[in-house]
Each structure stands twice: as C-alpha cells, then as structure tokens.
C-alpha cells in the first residue's frame, strides 16, 4: 500500500504498531495458556494414575500380611473406603481445579460421554450404600446376641443352668438369624430399609453428627435419586449395572480428550471395585460376586486391583466360606466361634469340672474378642460409608452443574 494513504489518517503509525503487537501478544498467552492448561493436566493425570496405583498396592501388601487390617477385615474394608474417599477428592481437583479451557472441554465430544456414564454410575453405586449400611445394622443385630450370651457367661462368677440357657438361646436365635441371611441370600428388607444416606434429617443423633461434618450439613436435606433399597432390589445386578460397558478410553480418545477420559475410566474403575468389594465383604440383599472386571495391564493401578478381586474371588470359593452371607472377616469368626461354644454347651453336665469349665471360659473368650472388633469396628464403618455416599452425591452434583456451565454454544 504506498505511503500516501496514511497521509490522512488520524492514528499515528506507531500506535498502529503497538495494537499489532498488543494483539500478538495476547494471541501468545492465549496459547501458552492453553499448553499450559494441557501440561497441568498431563501432569495432574500422571499423578493421579501414580497414587491410584500406590494406595492400591498398599492394599493389596496389607491384605497379604497377618496383620488386623488383612484382606477382608473390618480395618482393611476401612482402610479401602479411605482409599476411595482419597481417589474421590483428587478426581474432583483433576475435573473441576484446572483452567477455564480445560474445562470448557468437559462438555464436549467425546469427554461428555464418559463423564455422563461415569454419573450414571455413581447414582447407582448409591443403592449399594444404602444396602451396605443395612448390612451394617444387621451386623449389630448379630453383635446384641452375642452380648446376651457373654453376659450370661461372663463375669468370672460360677456357672449355673440359667446362665448356660440363656446363652444356648441366644446363639441359637443368632444361629437362625445368619442361617436366614444366608438363605435368602439377604433376607427380608429390615423394618428400617427405606432409610437413606438422603434422609440426613431422620438419622439418630450419632449419625447426624459423626463423621461427614460439613458435607453432611449442606447435602443433609438432598433426596437420594434412589431413596430406598427395596425387597425386590439386588446387589448382584446393581453391580452389573456399574460395570456395564466400562472399557478404557482408546488413543484418539485419550488424544481428544487433553487425557482426561483417563483419570474418568480411573475412577469408574475405583468406584466399580470398591462397591464391588463392599457387596463381597458385607451382608446385602442378593449376593453376588459374577461380575466380569477386566483392567488393560497398561495401567499403573490394573495389577495390584486385579490381585485383590482375584484373591476375594478365591475366599468366596473357600469350602467354609462358599455359603457365607459375607465374606468379612469378623463374620467368618462369629460364625467359628458361636459354633464352638454352642457345641460345647451342648454337652455341658452339672456338676462342671474344672476342665470343662476352663473350657468354656477360653471359647468366651474368644467369642467376646470378636465382639469387642465388631462394637468398635461397625460405627466408623457405617460413618465412612455415609461419607461415601456424600462425597459421591456432591461430586455428581458438581460435575452436572460444570457441564451445564461449560456447555459450548457452537
């Protein structure tokens, strides 16, 4: 253009040279960001691959030990919902603590897919709570019954007939009790069953305040999507429909994605393990532990989460376990050692000798050991399941509220 066409203008040149340059400028930080944002995110992933793998590899090595946190027991299944609730918080930094771009990529092709299937998901993974939490209060039940019987027992006095009648009959109504269970493969809906992790308002007061703090505070008054597990509900198919169609993202998708279809197949993973496990472990309303779960060895997290499912697998095929309504570890003792003492006390005759009475004392013993691990052990547990609960409901919200927010108007 010749020189003379700027004669006339009323913008000096340098000016003109600066706007150029203002523009270049801000074209170079919109992409920096944008790299930015993505190495952010490649290194998020990373680690959150990286701590999935180590807190199940933790688990996996304190299952393997003869500690009191080994496979099964109420301490590991603690330990494994401590591991979830960890996996669960780091997910939610990794989908909502990244840059305004990255999250403008949650609804989009294909991302907003696998995000919408992993919601999906979580929603039924809330049935699987409730039902755990009736397992719970099951388990209690089963605990009162065992303290009638160490009451009669106990106490380091002399043993009379009433006192062996009234522990007879308490384990046998505990024996009917886990022999029902086990029949039904979960029995009846307990009188109680349409309470939920929803109905915050209508806990007792031990629940309202242990353990969810805020979380329970501002989600107390929200309606689980599904309120109640009902008599005709199963775990075996709620598990199935976790696991329906959870397959790991392909290249163009991870590619497509910034790799955040990654750590959303991670979590799906998790998710379906943990309710999984908490279904083998706890008694629940139709059993069952057929599910297929295949995890692509490329994964950091894939061999110490399939190790675990495998050795669960192998327990559940155990000749003494095989009918088991749970496969908790507790529950297997309660049931060794009630057997044990109803066995002795059947053949009990008066006037006991002092072996006999050293006897019974030892399976007392025994049986209140087991007692004592269940009356410390169950109200934590039902507090972190609570804590499960929540934290899934208030990530779900989150996400759909983060979607509807990104939503991409071309």
Not at 174 to 185: C, H, P, R
Not at 364 to 385: I, T, Y
Request: proline fraction near 3%.
């Amino acid at each position: 253009m010749p020189a003379s066409d700027y004669q006339g203008s009323s913008i000096p040149f340098a000016s003109i040279g600066r706007s150029i340059l203002s523009i270049r400028r801000d074209q170079v930080h919109a992409v920096d960001s944008r790299q930015h944002d993505s190495a952010s995110s490649d290194l998020g992933v990373e680690a959150f691959q990286k701590h999935v793998a180590d807190l199940f590899l933790d688990l996996a090595s304190a299952s393997s030990s003869s500690t009191a946190d080994e496979l099964l027991s109420l301490a590991w299944v603690r330990k494994l919902l401590d591991s979830f609730l960890i996996c669960q918080e780091e997910f939610r930094g990794i989908l909502f603590g990244c840059g305004k771009g990255q999250q403008m990529m949650l609804s989009r092709r294909p991302l907003d897919r696998f995000l919408s299937d992993f919601f999906d998901r979580a929603v039924k993974a809330l049935d699987v709570c409730n039902a755990v939490r009736d397992g719970v209060d099951q388990l209690r039940q089963w605990r009162q019954h065992l303290e009638i019987a160490l009451a009669a027992l106990g106490g380091g006095r002399p043993l009379g007939e009433g006192h062996l009648r009234r522990a007879r009959r308490a384990l046998t109504d505990l024996t009917i009790l886990m022999l029902d269970e086990k029949e039904t493969a979960g029995g009846p809906a307990l009188s109680h069953r349409n309470r939920s992790f929803g109905r915050a308002g209508k806990e007792p007061p031990h629940h309202r305040h242990g353990g969810s703090g805020g979380a329970a505070a501002s989600l107390g008054n929200f309606r689980s999507l599904s309120w109640s597990v009902s008599r005709s509900w199963s775990a075996a198919r709620q598990l199935q429909a976790i696991g329906n169609n959870l397959a790991a993202p392909r290249g163009n998708e991870v590619a497509a994605t910034n790799g955040l279809a990654v750590p959303v197949y991670t979590m799906g993973s998790v998710l379906f393990f943990v309710m999984w496990a908490l279904v083998a472990a706890i008694p629940c309303q139709d059993r069952g532990l057929q599910t297929h779960f295949s995890v692509p060895r490329t994964f950091l997290w894939a061999a110490s989460i399939t190790s675990l499912q495998e050795r669960i697998c192998e327990e559940s095929k155990k000749k003494d376990r095989k009918n088991s309504c749970g496969l908790l570890r507790e529950i297997h003792q309660v049931e060794k050692c009630s057997r044990h003492l109803s066995e002795l006390l059947d053949v009990v005759e008066f006037p006991l000798t002092e072996e006999k009475e050293m006897e019974l004392r030892q399976a007392v013993e025994e049986l209140a050991a087991v007692c004592n691990v269940l009356k410390e052990g169950l109200d934590p547990l039902e507090r972190q399941v609570r804590e499960v609960f929540l934290r899934i409901m208030r990530s779900r919200t989150e996400g759909l509220e983060c979607l509807s927010r990104s939503h991409d108007p071309e």
